[in-house]
């Protein structure tokens, strides 16, 4: 990765970064940007390489005033060549704005932890299943009347642990990742979301997860969601890599935090992500100064608010320098 | 871990970590602790299970003042049951002192890179491999009189890449690690000097690494020392222990920074490895209250210096807490 594309060939390995700042990372902030500053974040992160942005969540805005505006997001967002336009939703209703609003794909969170479910949804993980398959249902049936497909994803949090029953079962985890998989979710990720998860863990519990989806065909486990709280994100972000996931959430500067522990990290960062995953030799088509120059503006927006990650401040290595291959252009 | 010590089994894995804040995180710290603060921090690090810690270097103390007085934090080590006392030397007249002082084992580093060899010992790396065999000849000679022997490590710097050169190849390493042992060092390890590693090249080197020290015997290839520069310390961490790795270089709240990069890491941080290994169900023996009463010392210590790492600002996951445990005894 540099300030050039580097040229891929058929064995280099690949893998993408979905940028989950807009809504994971705002969604934890109290202040509520402008819109037109989350659209100069969105422009930028397009521009840096950035081919998936999940730009908001249809949740009432009375839950989340600093999302109201995720439907003019959406609509900004499909005019950007090539990106992949993807919002959270959290029930029936939030999926038929999403179809309603053209977003290329919507992804439901159901919480493997039973406890955490409770307390968050008010419904148990299996209820969840349910409505999923309601919205499977609701989206078949707008895509044959629309013909665009919004494509459902569901994010199983508190894959790894929670921090109100602590320990999650990886059966349950597993017995969920089938259930919603027959009940119509065309994709699945795995979210450490209070950072809970080490690495040996999250090697295990991909590979099995990897063998279960397997049965529905190809493609089905196709995310790792990791908060760096404890700091394993990025450890985690490779032990998954080992055990085959090639989609990555992260946050630009890692913002979020922790409601349970001040000033601790949030999502792993994505320049931290990116940098990881260049200096594996993987390609993600990201402009590491592009990237950069995203975080400082970030800091910018942001302006007293804590970020995190390594890479900004100690630069890439000699062994990753741009200068010499612009030379040569 | 716990506060309380978990019960190992056979079939525990384990890992040790060796402290080198006293040698390695202060040497790049311009103020000199005061040798009674030294002993503070080896005694607490001691409670709280560390038991091989790296107390200074034997280098003249014109050049390293802040380590001038290695001789005297030895022969207090050397009275804490069941520690193992390292010191670095540079070079043979450090082992002489090395040996003298009674120290259970010295540190000589090597730098992979021929160039950062050149800047900073004005040695090609074979001309430090010639003078492993005389210092290994030395410490014979002394063991045969005394009756105690100082064990000779050589810490490969640079193992995964240089500031000066970028890239050092692998076979280098291995070349000079196949060098090194043939000259007589009992034990090596790989360091990461400058950062620059990634998880997927620890992973490789090491596991080459073991093929050729497995040659000399078991236990030869005995340590990962990793920086936390570009935030893949851990990462790098976990590759090194999927290799094989049992032993890791850390220092109390990550201090050591860069010199070439203001505010940037150092060391992995000793909590946050411990944490690490932990999460991992590995057995390290170490207190994880007692090492965050010890980082919160270290910060009063050196303050107005940077600390680094996770774990001391976002605490324990549920599923690690200590006091079930208490309450139970």
Chains 1, 2 share one sequence.
């Not at 949090?157 to 602590?166: E, H, K, L």
């Amino acid at each position: 990765m540099t300030g050039t594309m580097t040229s891929p060939t058929t064995s280099t390995p690949r893998a993408s970064v979905r940028e989950v700042g807009l809504r994971d990372g705002l969604q934890s902030i109290a202040r509520t940007l402008p819109t037109p500053i989350k659209l100069q974040w969105l422009r930028a992160a397009h521009a840096a390489g950035l081919r998936e942005v999940e730009v908001g969540s249809f949740v009432p805005p009375r839950l989340l005033p600093q999302l109201a505006d995720t439907a003019e997001l959406v609509r900004e967002a499909l005019a950007l060549p090539g990106l992949t336009v993807s919002v959270l939703v959290p029930n029936l209703k939030g999926a038929e704005r999403a179809i309603e609003s053209g977003a290329h794909a919507m992804l439901l969170p159901l919480s493997a932890s039973h406890a955490h479910s409770l307390a968050n949804l008010r419904k148990a993980p299996d209820d969840v299943v349910r409505e999923i398959g309601e919205i499977r249902r609701l989206r078949d049936a707008s895509s044959s009347a629309s013909g665009s497909r919004c494509l459902l994803e569901v994010g199983m949090s508190t894959a790894f642990g929670c921090t109100i029953q602590g320990g999650v079962e990886p059966e349950e985890v597993l017995r969920l990742l089938r259930a919603v998989l027959e009940a119509g979710a065309e994709r699945v990720g795995l979210a450490d979301t209070v950072g809970y998860a080490d690495p040996r863990q999250v090697r295990e519990l991909f590979e099995r997860a990897f063998e279960v989806a397997g049965e529905f065909g190809e493609g089905r486990l196709a995310c790792g969601h990791f908060h760096d709280t404890r700091g394993l994100g990025l450890a985690n972000v490779f032990a998954a890599w080992e055990a085959g996931v090639r989609r990555f959430d992260a946050c630009t500067g890692g913002i979020g935090g922790c409601p349970h522990a001040p000033g601790a990290s949030g999502n792993v960062a994505t320049e931290d992500v990116a940098y990881l995953l260049a200096s594996m030799g993987v390609d993600t088509g990201l402009d590491f100064d592009a990237l950069m120059a995203l975080r400082t503006s970030v800091a910018g927006w942001l302006e007293g608010e804590p970020l995190h990650g390594h890479i900004w401040r100690a630069g890439l290595p000699k062994t990753m320098r741009t200068a010499p291959a612009r030379e040569a252009a």
